[in-house]
C-alpha cells in the first residue's frame, strides 16, 4: 500500500477480560482494533518509511505460576 504524506486519523477500540480461577491459574481474552478491520500507522517522510497496516486481532492468554519464580 502506497500512502503519501500524513496516516488518515483513525479510532482505536482494545478489550481485555481476565478472569482468575486461582492462585496460579488465570485466562484472558484480548480484542485489539476491534472497531475496524485495518488502520495505518506509522509514516514518515525523513527516512521514506511505508506505514504498517494493523488488522483487528482477538487473542486468548493463559497463565499459570508455578510460585517462586
Given at each position: 500500500m502506497q500512502v503519501r504524506g500524513p496516516v488518515p486519523s483513525y479510532t482505536r477500540l482494545d478489550f481485555q477480560a481476565q478472569w482468575r480461577a486461582n492462585q496460579q491459574f488465570t485466562v484472558s481474552?484480548?480484542?485489539s482494533n476491534l472497531l475496524d478491520d485495518t488502520h495505518l500507522e506509522?509514516?514518515?517522510d525523513?527516512?521514506?518509511i511505508q506505514p504498517s497496516e494493523?488488522?483487528?486481532g482477538v487473542f486468548v492468554h493463559f497463565?499459570?505460576?508455578f510460585g517462586g519464580y
Open positions: 481474552i484480548v480484542g506509522e509514516s514518515t525523513l527516512f521514506d494493523v488488522r483487528r497463565s499459570y505460576d
